[in-house]
């Protein structure tokens, strides 16, 4: 019974996805559980593969930055895998390790980078168009940049409608284009000695789409894809193309991607992880990291209000209305889910959410993120919180982009599959499960995430009960 000294209530639910512990233990109860086998994960040895769509700002800031970080030149600031602790067993322990050192991950020196791009130009020179990054520091990495050269990409001007280029596969279906893409996977892994892979949806995003018939199933798809389909996106066909090729897969724009039911099926078949959608970064990351403060002090909101201006390339596609509803779809899901105003609807259930996002040029990659939010406190009276933003897109994508081809990495090491909630930590839509609501707030993210690393590694899950310490 509560209260009650030596009793216990313990119930423990554990996927891959989805890892909770809630327990009131004795001492020597929780004691015991620290007993519980590792999972085993196959060693890291040999070359870790980085296969990426879309060789832009993003993706060359993120490539840039490892080659800096592996000749000492700069600090994978923003970097769980790099930077972060991970606390175990008692507050009183002092045992916090680094994360890389707690869990078997892929070391930076044995990353491979790859990829696809409409344009032809090397991640050096696309580096240098993107002006993420000084001149100065790209001429120190020059030479590896220089030697990646983007391979012709599937693109379908229907799902992108403001740019265009000329390097793309142009012969034979969109099945025959998967196809190329395998192809295209299993040379570069044995041009560069690849032992493992995985891929990194970093292209730009796609016009918004609901799942339809042709997604239901992998034979739909696949003869989808011989009819050419409509319904099929490009980056569909790089997430279809790196499950049978093996390779785990993120996706870090918020298009539908690789949550279809077809593809979803096909990497538990293939016992490949997957994860996404759309890297969190900007005024999102704002939002998950305000709204749960606001609703753990059960203060009240009415409106609140989100405009951004970028001038990257990023902000010119999303100019076109169809992506502008994929990205504002994420965008809008977001609140809603952290305030639960069907829980609270005193609180939250007339609140106004806007969000825009308008392209300027010379702005460039330093997007500026405006937020208007109006709250309320004791006997309903109102008060105004403003939140300008002055953010580097790129900058705070690049550490996601490591920490997540690390993390889905060692998952598949480790024999994780399909959906990765845990991984929920770095995106605007976090996947999950079919009847689950998607967990937003930022702090309920990280824990699950070091909880899950524990779990791996055979270790006490951290409850944060605090009674151990009064027994």
């Given at each position: ?160 409608k403001r740019i265009n280029g000329p390097n793309v596969k142009t012969k034979g279906t969109k099945y025959d284009k998967a196809l190329a893409l395998m192809e295209d996977i299993k040379n570069f892994q044995k041009a560069n000695n690849i032992s493992r892979t995985v891929m990194i949806w970093c292209g730009s995003t796609e016009v918004f789409h609901r799942p339809s018939a042709v997604h239901e199933t992998l034979a739909s798809f696949e003869e989808g894809m011989r009819r050419n389909d409509p319904e099929i996106a490009p980056s569909q066909i790089y997430a279809y193309a790196a499950l049978m090729s093996g390779v785990p897969f993120a996706n870090g724009a ?218």
């Amino acid at each position: 019974m509560p209260g009650r000294r030596g009793s216990s209530v313990k119930t423990v639910s554990i996927t891959s996805g989805v890892l909770f512990l809630l327990i009131t233990l004795t001492a020597k109860e929780r004691t015991k559980l620290s007993t519980r086998e590792p999972v085993q994960i196959a060693p890291a040895e040999g070359k870790l593969g980085i296969l990426i769509p879309g060789i832009g700002a993003v993706s060359t800031t993120f490539i840039a930055g490892v080659e800096a970080v592996k000749r000492g030149l700069g600090q994978p600031v923003g970097s769980l895998t790099q930077l972060a602790t991970i606390r175990l067993g008692k507050r009183t322990d002092n045992n916090s390790p680094y994360i890389r050192d707690f869990v078997p991950l892929a070391k930076l020196d044995d990353l491979v980078f790859g990829g696809w791009d409409i344009y032809e130009d090397t991640a050096y020179e696309a580096a240098t168009n993107a002006k993420v990054l000084d001149s100065s520091l790209l001429e120190q990495v020059r030479s590896p940049l220089e030697s990646i050269k983007p391979m012709k990409a599937v693109f379908d001007q229907e799902y992108v409608k403001r740019i265009n280029g000329p390097n793309v596969k142009t012969k034979g279906t969109k099945y025959d284009k998967a196809l190329a893409l395998m192809e295209d996977i299993k040379n570069f892994q044995k041009a560069n000695n690849i032992s493992r892979t995985v891929m990194i949806w970093c292209g730009s995003t796609e016009v918004f789409h609901r799942p339809s018939a042709v997604h239901e199933t992998l034979a739909s798809f696949e003869e989808g894809m011989r009819r050419n389909d409509p319904e099929i996106a490009p980056s569909q066909i790089y997430a279809y193309a790196a499950l049978m090729s093996g390779v785990p897969f993120a996706n870090g724009a918020p298009n539908l991607t690789h949550d279809i039911p077809a593809l979803l099926d096909l990497a538990r078949e293939r016992g490949l992880p997957v994860c996404g959608k759309d890297f969190k970064t900007g005024q999102t990351f704002m939002k998950t990291l305000l709204a749960p403060g606001f609703k753990a002090r059960m203060l009240g909101m009415s409106g609140w209000f989100s405009t951004n201006i970028l001038g990257n390339r990023d902000g010119e596609v999303l100019e076109d209305p169809g992506s502008f509803k994929s990205k504002e779809e994420t965008k809008l899901s977001v609140l809603d889910s952290i305030l639960q105003p069907h829980l609270y609807p005193d609180l939250y259930k007339d609140l106004y959410h806007a969000v825009r996002i308008n392209y300027y040029p010379p702005r460039g990659d330093a997007k500026e993120g405006w937020d208007n939010i109006d709250i309320f406190g004791w006997l309903g009276y109102p008060m105004q919180i403003k939140v300008d933003f002055l953010c580097r897109d790129s900058i705070l994508a690049a550490p996601l982009v490591l920490d997540l081809v690390l993390f889905l990495d060692l998952a598949h090491r480790a024999g994780m599959r399909g959906i990765q909630e845990w991984l929920s930590f770095y995106f605007k839509a976090p996947m999950h499960a079919p009847g689950l609501y998607p967990e937003h707030d930022i702090f309920i993210q990280l824990m699950k995430l070091k909880n899950t690393l524990r779990w791996m590694r055979g270790a006490d899950l951290i409850t944060h009960l605090g009674l151990e310490y009064y027994d």
